[in-house]
Structures are given as C-alpha cells and as structure tokens.
C-alpha cells in the first residue's frame, strides 16, 4: 500500500481515514504568521456520501485508497438481489438493491454499468447519465397541444415514473437524465 502525507493532497485524491475511504474534494494549504502550516481538506466519504471538514499537519500519513472501477452487464434481478456479469470473464456478480443509488431505477437489461470497489468490496454502482426509455403508462397525449411547461406523469419501461410533456404517448421513447430523473426529449433512435 503506498503511503500519502496530507501535503500530498489534490482533488480527487482517495485516502484511509478513521477506517473509511475518502476523497479529497477540495484543500488548502494554510501558512499562518504564527503557529505551524496546516492542510484544511473538505473530503467526502466516498461510500455514504457524507462531506466533512478537517485540517490536517501536513506531516500526517494516511494509506492511500485505490478505487476500482470495472465496467460490467447488469443482467438481471432476482428479489433485492442485482446481477452484473464481467464481459471478459462472464462471472456473475450479485449485489444487494442498498448498493445501486437512485439512478439505477432507469437502468434496463443488459446497460453497461461501472461497479466500483474497494478490497474486493463494491460499494456504489455508476449507471451511465443517459438512458433511451419506452413510455409504457401515461395519459393520452392532446392533438396540437404542445406547451412544453405543462407536464403529466409517465411511467416507463424500467418501472419508474417521471413527469413528461403532454404530447408524449405510450410507445413513445424518451431520454431521460439518469442524475435528476428529468426528462430530456424524445430519443434520436
């Protein structure tokens, strides 16, 4: 395991700290006229998301946390169990529902996701930002009404609803931001 000292600190760095992994989101080297230099670091916990604050001696040592991304095939669920199958050895991977975030809920079939993990140990799932969905539930769309600011709800083909535009149909396929759960437009394929 390489070692880091908190003056080794940038952007995006990951580190052990306290028995968990953070990454450093942003740091400051701070030289006072009196007293010692320190490193004041905002830094998240990569797995619960949660941002804290803390200043460091810039002398400090932490192990630092190496994050592995692998981009696997979400294959299918079985109850609160997710499988992604590796495309170069096709083991299959399950994962509790707690480990996929929000984003995963426009996820279908076979989409390309990247599992990120630390020791061995997945602890977030990455879904790609942008997903083409088939609207499978809605109200019918109005003839010549196309006011973009009045939205209804839809519900697509991975379960989740969101609100669209009137004049989205069932069948139609849209884009929608797999971040906000905003829909984007109709899709280009």
Do not use: W
Not at 23 to 46: D, I, L, S, Y
Not at 133 to 145: D, H, K, M
């Amino acid at each position: 395991m390489a070692t880091i000292t908190a003056s080794d600190f940038r952007n995006g760095k990951t580190f052990e700290y306290d028995g968990k992994v953070m990454m450093v989101v942003e740091f400051q080297h701070v030289k006072p006229g009196k007293g010692a230099a320190f490193v004041r670091t905002k830094m998240k916990n990569v797995v619960t998301g949660a941002v804290t604050e803390t200043s460091f001696n810039p002398d400090e040592k932490f192990e630092e946390a190496f994050i592995e991304r692998k981009e696997m095939q979400y294959s299918y669920n079985d109850g609160d169990l997710y499988y992604f199958m590796d495309m170069e050895t096709f083991d299959m991977v399950p994962l509790n529902s707690d480990t996929l975030g929000d984003g995963f809920r426009f996820v279908t079939e076979n989409t390309m996701c990247k599992l990120l993990s630390y020791k061995g140990k997945v602890f977030a799932v990455e879904v790609p930002n942008f997903m083409d969905l088939e609207v499978t539930q809605t109200e019918p769309g109005l003839a010549g009404n196309t006011a973009t600011n009045t939205l209804k709800p839809a519900t697509l083909e991975t379960g989740a609803e969101i609100k669209v535009p009137l004049f989205i149909n069932i069948g139609d396929k849209i884009q929608v931001d797999t971040r906000t759960g905003e829909y984007l437009g109709r899709s280009k394929a």
